[in-house]
């Protein structure tokens, strides 16, 4: 009902169809409502100038079915149910439709009208509602925060302001039947009928809270500095009926006219448990692409935090180390986690058959600054969600603190090693910044040591976006990295290849632009963190991975010059020019042809060297033969092949002397990527590698 109050209109096709529409520039508005609402087609787009610059809008649409049947689950099963459970209000398990429930709030209307009259009598006093009953070009509204309660003698001389208010609601009623009044009254209606017959408990509470975060994603807004979450109408009577809604569940507000517009606003205290409200029980906060982010509830996480409250208590000796309780607490409401000192980092974690509790959990750690989804364990019905050191050093401050505590008594009764501990309580004590907005790409080796970096979820949006980021920073799908879609509740994944890596590396470092470096950079940095992570022996195969791609392409052949010393002999080495191909032998075979001008010991000459693919294990080769006409003969050639060689990558190859007197040069492919580290042959060597297998 919240969504509907807000972004999302009924309107009418040009068919003449009644459908939902919604126009919104904000990826995570549609995120969120493409969840309940499905949308089905895109039906206008365009361009709006905002303090923020040009925004794209996208004006989306779905069919009336699709609020029809939510509402129809609702009244069977879920909240309409619950209310249609109290006398007078029974008829409202019979709801169907929109148009239903449009009828039934219109033949309930004065339990509407009489419940918000009582709430604004409590918060109003006769002056204050007065200037907001007088048309504007009237006296200027001095709001006052409510909570104050009238002085009874003004109550009593105010009786025809009072009489204007009922007037003004049950004119409402009669504008029911039309959508955009219904869309913005049956929210607020609903509520103060559910406080009215059901009182304000934990269960009230979370129907308010998942209702009014629709209406503050639409028309809301949340500040942290300000301490403020404000809500807008262009009708007062909507806003009033608001005003009462908060008072009925113990929030205290200002209903405070601006310009042509009226705003309620909450602040202080009531906004942090307004805002409480608006992260526990309203949309979950997207993690991944900024886009995603819903600003306002991130806003609100700020908001509420201030209230945060972190324990320890239990610490007790494990097999690998130590144990203890933890518990994050906030408005009454705690959740009490178990946290272990292992071997190689800190776990925290929380499991539970009640997957709404893991959920609360989940989101009391994004309240303490840690990001962690919620999971299933294997095929049982068990829910979990669980963090790591880094992710808890990138938490709140009272987090962290409560756990450099355990940390430090851990060490004091010996469970734990103090070199390790060590580690642990710097990040813990200066805090580490992850990089946020990028999914959380798993890390390890495979069987065969080769670098896996993979992302996995059910949810094809987080596939898609994780995709999309890689895109937008400069990797190409297939080339640097794979994707698989989620199928029948199974994992898709984003799956980032080594040359991905590398690319995005040298990306860091030779993008186009800054903003290119930055992203790429950022990427690269928690894709470090992450390795950290995992193990040493993955952090350094991913730290070689990384130093490759930057230095990829970042020297130049033309014009270097080096001394080295091959067999007890010194080299100089001066290369002149450089290049290479890619070239198609019999047999459909593709070679890699490495070309190279140079000056050893002031002998000129043109090197070459090609790479093929060994055929059993698609290992890369290069392959030269020293020549018998030059200037010493063979071994004097393959002595300055060496030297080169030696000299571009900083190892010697192989040399083999043949039987009928042939000597060849081989190089593997270390050699190769160095010498992916000059320009001029960087690209060829690239595309090689990508065509013949990485």
């Given at each position: ?40 087609r895109?039906?206008?787009l ?114 025809n302001v009072?009489?204007?208010l ?49 209406a ?13 979450v ?19 569940y ?31 029980y309203?949309p ?27 324990s ?54 994004r ?45 004091a ?26 999914p ?22 987080s ?85 490759e ?23 100089v ?12 032998s019999?047999?459909?075979k ?25 055929k ?76 013949t297998?990485?």
């Open positions: 009902m919240g969504l509907i109050d807000s972004d999302v209109a009924i309107v009418r096709n040009r068919k003449g169809e009644r459908v939902l529409m919604m126009p919104t520039s904000h990826m995570w508005q549609l995120a969120e409502t493409h969840a309940l609402f499905n949308w089905s895109v039906v206008g365009r361009m709006t100038l905002t303090l923020e610059g040009p925004k794209l809008v996208v004006m989306v649409e779905a069919p009336l079915d699709k609020l029809d049947e939510a509402i129809r689950i609702s009244a069977e099963r879920e909240w309409l149910k619950m209310l249609s459970d109290k006398e007078g209000l029974e008829d409202l398990m019979y709801v169907k439709s929109w148009d239903d429930l449009k009828r039934w709030v219109a033949g309930h209307w004065g339990i509407v009208v009489d419940a918000a009259v009582r709430q604004l009598r409590e918060v109003l006093t006769v002056e204050e509602l007065e200037r907001l009953l007088t048309p504007e070009g009237g006296d200027a509204l001095e709001g006052r925060k409510g909570g104050q309660v009238a002085p009874r003698d003004k109550q009593k001389d105010g009786k009072w009489e204007k009922k007037h003004r609601l049950n004119a409402l009623m009669d504008m029911l039947n039309e959508d955009k009044i219904a869309r913005e009254v049956v929210a607020p209606a609903l509520l103060l009928m559910q406080a009215e017959r059901l009182g304000v408990d934990e269960t009230t509470l979370k129907y308010f809270g998942a209702v009014i975060s629709g503050i994603g639409g028309d809301g807004h949340v500040s942290a500095a300000m301490k403020e404000v809500l807008t109408s262009g009708e007062r009577e909507i806003a009033l009926l608001w005003g009462a809604v908060l008072a009925a113990g929030i205290e507000a200002e209903v405070r006219r601006v310009r042509s517009t009226f705003q309620v606003i909450v602040s202080g205290g009531d906004a942090a448990r307004l805002a409480r409200l608006y992260f526990r309203g979950p906060l997207l993690e991944g692409d900024d886009r995603l982010k819903n600003h306002k509830l991130a806003e609100a996480v700020r908001l509420e935090a201030e209230g945060l409250s972190v320890w208590e239990g610490l007790r000796q494990t097999k690998n180390g130590a144990a203890a309780d933890l518990t994050i607490s906030e408005g009454g409401v705690a959740v009490k986690y178990n946290i272990y000192l292992r071997e190689a980092d800190i776990l925290l974690e929380f499991h539970s058959t009640d997957r709404g509790r893991v959920e609360l959990a989940s989101r009391f750690l309240l303490a600054g840690v990001g962690a989804e919620v999971k299933k364990e294997g095929g049982r019905d068990v829910w979990y969600v669980k963090a790591t050191t880094d992710r808890l050093a990138a938490g709140h401050e009272k987090l962290r603190k409560a756990l450099a505590e355990v940390v430090r008594e851990a060490v009764r010996g469970w734990v090693d103090a070199d390790k501990a060590e580690r642990w309580l710097e990040k813990l004590e200066k805090g580490l910044t992850l990089k946020e907005g990028w959380k790409y798993e890390i390890g080796l495979s069987g065969s040591g080769a670098l896996v970096v993979r992302f996995g979820s059910t949810s094809p949006n596939i898609q976006q994780a995709a999309q980021q890689l895109r937008e920073m400069g990797l190409e799908e297939g080339r640097h990295f794979t994707v698989k879609k989620p199928e029948e509740g199974r994992d898709g994944y984003v799956s980032i290849l080594r040359r991905g890596l590398e690319r995005a590396a040298w990306l860091s470092v030779h993008g186009k632009d800054e903003q290119q470096r930055r992203l790429a950079a950022k990427f690269v940095e928690y894709i470090l963190q992450r390795a950290e992570k995992a193990g040493e022996e993955v952090y350094e195969k991913v730290g070689e991975i990384i130093e791609g930057k230095a990829r392409g970042s020297l130049t052949l033309r014009g270097l010059e080096k001394k080295v010393e091959v067999n007890g002999e010194t080299y080495v001066k290369v002149i020019d450089g290049s290479a191909e890619i070239e198609e019999w047999g459909d593709l070679l890699l042809r490495i070309r190279i001008t140079a000056e050893v010991n002031s002998v000129q000459r043109d090197y070459e060297m090609t790479y093929s693919r060994r059993t294990d698609n290992a890369a080769l290069g392959f030269a033969v020293a020549r018998a006409d030059a200037p010493g003969g063979r071994e004097a050639d393959a002595e300055r092949y060496s030297a080169l060689i030696k000299a571009l990558t900083g190892k010697e190859p192989k040399v083999y002397r043949k039987s009928d007197g042939k000597i060849e040069i081989v190089c593997g492919r270390g050699h190769l990527d160095d010498f992916a580290r000059y320009a001029e042959l960087a690209d060829a060597i690239e595309e090689w590698l990508e065509k297998g990485q």
